[in-house]
């Protein structure tokens, strides 16, 4: 249905007697929601009391015309249902609206797929109605049913109310409460613990125009005599109380409608553990894991199982290996012949689509295990042998482009190929915390299921940690650069830069999991040098120069992102280069810098970058802060842009301790881009304008 539109249930379906109204929508984060609401009005386009209005706590109706289902899951979000008996709705009632309502700031227009739907009494549907855009507002109508000659007619409404449930419920003549403060500040403890906040309700001044059959689409606005409060109802359309909050709840006379909704806590205010070393139920729980197999075998189980149960999940890992959307299937322990000894991979996927199957073996290895050759080798030949398409390995390392992290022999006889692919837990842990962070998976249960996935993998006792040691080669590349006994041609050597571009990679993938954007090292080579190669020339570097040095391209970012570690001197460098205005004065350019970083570390060097090999100014932000005009070089020498740098000492372990290498780098990176990258993409703030001389 389009807006506006209308039809008769009766054209649509011979069961309409009774019919179930659904409310739909999905949230990007998978923690969106809303309150339905429903009100029956007379001919007036009034409710006849205030107990023709039904919602949370108010949600059956005593002749059993209207009961608010249970809040159900969906496959992408979530759904509210509304049973209707239309044959016992009283005479007096003639539309009945079907509505719901956001609070504590939160609006529509956050929300995606807003929709509904309505089914017959044997649960076939008959209509759906898509509203798109809604706007900013905390209350919409979906639709209504009302009667025509006897025969009951659904209206596709789609009318926002800016004013919330307040107005919406007083345009159609429910009773606000105005007395409520006077009470409420004698029992603000009580309020207290249940977040309410009982307030004025203003009517809305506009009145929706009548449709093109000359049928009222909205409440009518001729006045209706107040009607007499019910006294048996006690429920108050307020936030919904938390199951953490005790006390009484204080009855209302009659229904009110709140302005403003405290949002629930992410976390209790208060543990109801009697001791801190009370911890919470988990899903995944860790502490039976004593050993390797026991590691590999939990982590195998969980990582399929959440693939399964979340779909967007599992396509984000599988879709890189070339395998379709579709059915996934997953299985644990799986036993398959192998000449005299079967073997037994940890997992299969299998996907199935238009009756084909995808189907991988997988290969996981935890707490920083190498990966077997032999192993690996014959997965592949099984593979091959029974037509499966890949097989997929998971380890802590992480594969460095063009060099595969075990060599396996392909016989290339063969008619079908097998694709070998590699996975890190870290690039797993990536995926989880892009969908639950910023892309949502559209629904809570879901979420949740990716959030238990995640607190597992980033548990000490899990062994799914990601890249976390720098090699044996490590120690001894360190004391033979600082008493420079290190040759060039040196195998070490090689391995620490080995070591080096995966670490980078995986800083990469930890900074994009946490800015939602795609964070990738940038190379800079000749077109057509091999990567061994390449890996060759940066060993023989560090032996010459003693440092390690990487770039990293950032979505949105004004330069690259360049690391660099000093082995030398013990000391990692974090900077970017700002390239200059096109128009305007340098001196603007430089007080512009200096006012965007407002916020950034005072021990932030900035240093300015000016034409040829010439040497331009450069200082601490705190001594520039006063004097931004300190950064204009005096020869008038023509300024390029400006190298921002932070410094500090990099651990000596070669491990992912605190007082580690890796620790060291992946933190440095997050406080450059956390204090200063972000800075650079902020609005300059304003001062009394005036033009400043060249």
């Known amino acids: 249905m389009t807006k506006g539109s209308n039809t008769a249930l009766s054209a649509l379906s011979e069961n309409t007697g009774s019919v179930i109204v659904s409310l739909g929508w999905s949230s990007p984060g998978g923690d969106g929601d809303a309150d339905v609401s429903v009100l029956l009005l007379g001919p007036d386009g009034k409710v006849r009391s205030d107990a023709d209005f039904y919602f949370y706590n108010n949600p059956v109706a005593a002749d059993g015309s209207v009961h608010l289902l249970d809040k159900t899951p969906t496959e992408d979000g979530n759904e509210d249902r509304i049973s209707f008996d239309l044959?016992?709705?009283?005479?007096?009632?003639?539309?009945?609206?079907?509505?719901?309502?956001?609070?504590?700031?939160?609006?529509?227009?956050?929300?995606?797929?807003?929709?509904?739907?309505?089914?017959?009494?044997?649960?076939?549907?008959?209509l759906r109605f898509a509203i798109g855009d809604p706007g900013k507002v905390s209350a919409i109508i979906f639709g209504e049913l009302y009667r025509r000659d006897g025969d009951w007619k659904f209206r596709a409404v789609g009318q926002g109310y800016a004013s919330g449930l307040a107005g919406l419920a007083t345009d159609f003549g429910v009773d606000i409460d105005d007395d409520a403060e006077a009470s409420d500040a004698e029992a603000s403890d009580a309020d207290a613990d249940t977040g309410a906040a009982d307030v004025d309700g203003t009517a809305s001044e506009a009145t929706p125009e009548p449709t093109g059959n000359g049928e009222p689409a909205g409440p009518s606005a001729d006045p209706a005599p107040e009607p007499e409060p019910p006294a048996a109802l006690d429920a108050v359309p307020a936030p919904r109380r938390s199951v953490d909050e005790t006390g009484p709840r204080r009855p209302a006379a009659r229904p009110r409608t709140a302005k403003k909704r405290a949002a629930p806590p992410s976390a209790p205010q208060k543990s109801l553990a009697e001791n801190d070393s009370w911890r919470p139920?988990?899903?995944?729980?860790?502490?039976?894991?004593?050993?390797?197999?026991?590691?590999?075998?939990?982590?195998?189980?969980?990582?399929?199982?959440?693939?399964?149960?979340?779909?967007?999940?599992?396509?984000?890992?599988?879709?890189?290996?070339?395998?379709?959307?579709?059915?996934?299937?997953?299985?644990?322990?799986?036993?398959?012949?192998?000449?005299?000894?079967?073997?037994?991979?940890?997992?299969?996927?299998?996907?199935?689509?238009?009756?084909?199957?995808?189907?991988?073996?997988?290969?996981?290895?935890?707490?920083?295990?190498?990966?077997?050759?032999?192993?690996?080798?014959?997965?592949?030949?099984?593979?091959?042998?029974?037509?499966?398409?890949?097989?997929?390995?998971?380890?802590?390392?992480?594969?460095?482009?063009?060099?595969?992290?075990?060599?396996?022999?392909?016989?290339?006889?063969?008619?079908?190929?097998?694709?070998?692919?590699?996975?890190?837990?870290?690039?797993v842990a990536h995926q989880a915390q892009l969908l639950i962070r910023h892309e949502g998976v559209g629904n809570a249960a879901r979420t949740w299921l990716l959030q238990e996935l995640l607190h597992y993998l980033q548990h000490e006792n899990s062994g799914c940690h990601g890249f976390q040691n720098m090699g044996s080669a490590w120690v001894p590349v360190r004391n033979g650069i600082n008493d420079e006994t290190l040759c060039q041609g040196d195998p070490r050597a090689l391995e620490v830069v080995e070591s080096w571009e995966r670490l980078i990679r995986q800083v990469c993938l930890r900074l994009g999991g946490e800015l939602g954007q795609k964070v990738l090292p940038a190379q800079r080579v000749r077109r057509g040098t091999d990567h061994g190669t390449r890996r060759i020339q940066l060993?023989?570097?560090?032996?010459?120069?003693?440092?390690?040095?990487?770039?990293?391209?950032?979505?949105?970012?004004?330069?690259?992102?360049?690391?660099?570690?000093?082995?030398?001197?013990?000391?990692?460098?974090?900077?970017?280069?700002?390239?200059?205005?096109?128009?305007?004065?340098?001196?603007?350019?430089?007080?512009?810098?200096?006012?965007?970083?407002?916020?950034?570390?005072?021990?932030?060097?900035?240093?300015?970058?000016?034409?040829?090999?010439?040497?331009?100014?450069?200082?601490?932000?705190?001594?520039?802060?006063?004097?931004?005009?300190?950064?204009?070089?005096?020869?008038?020498?023509?300024?390029?842009?400006?190298?921002?740098?932070?410094?500090?000492?990099?651990?000596s372990g070669r491990?992912?301790?605190?007082?580690?290498?890796?620790?060291?780098?992946?933190?440095?990176?997050?406080?450059?881009?956390?204090?200063?990258?972000?800075?650079?993409?902020?609005?300059?703030?304003?001062?009394?304008a005036q033009r400043e001389p060249a």
């Open 655 to 688: 491990g992912n301790a605190e007082s580690g290498f890796i620790r060291s780098v992946d933190d440095a990176v997050h406080r450059f881009h956390t204090t200063v990258v972000v800075h650079l993409d902020q609005p300059v703030p304003r001062r009394a």
């Open 87 to 126: 044959t016992v709705v009283a005479p007096g009632v003639d539309r009945v609206v079907v509505a719901a309502s956001r609070y504590g700031g939160a609006h529509f227009g956050e929300l995606d797929d807003l929709r509904v739907t309505l089914s017959d009494a044997v649960g076939e549907s008959l």
């Open 539 to 651: 060993a023989d570097r560090l032996c010459l120069e003693g440092r390690l040095h990487a770039e990293l391209r950032v979505e949105q970012a004004p330069g690259l992102l360049t690391v660099g570690a000093d082995l030398r001197t013990g000391r990692l460098r974090t900077s970017i280069d700002v390239p200059a205005p096109e128009q305007g004065y340098p001196l603007t350019w430089a007080k512009r810098l200096v006012r965007r970083l407002a916020e950034a570390p005072a021990d932030l060097h900035v240093e300015t970058l000016v034409e040829g090999d010439a040497v331009g100014p450069r200082g601490t932000l705190e001594r520039l802060r006063p004097e931004p005009a300190d950064l204009l070089p005096k020869s008038g020498t023509q300024i390029t842009g400006f190298r921002l740098s932070l410094l500090k000492s990099m651990g």
């Open 281 to 427: 139920a988990r899903l995944f729980p860790l502490s039976a894991l004593k050993s390797d197999r026991d590691r590999e075998m939990r982590a195998t189980s969980v990582l399929l199982s959440v693939m399964t149960q979340v779909p967007r999940f599992g396509r984000r890992l599988t879709a890189a290996f070339g395998a379709p959307s579709g059915r996934m299937e997953t299985f644990t322990e799986v036993s398959l012949p192998h000449g005299d000894t079967p073997r037994r991979p940890d997992g299969v996927i299998r996907i199935e689509r238009a009756g084909k199957l995808w189907t991988a073996l997988v290969e996981t290895k935890t707490n920083g295990n190498a990966l077997k050759a032999d192993q690996v080798q014959a997965y592949m030949d099984i593979a091959a042998r029974r037509g499966y398409e890949a097989v997929i390995t998971v380890s802590n390392d992480v594969a460095l482009e063009g060099s595969p992290l075990v060599d396996v022999r392909i016989d290339r006889r063969r008619k079908h190929q097998v694709a070998l692919w590699h996975l890190s837990w870290a690039e």
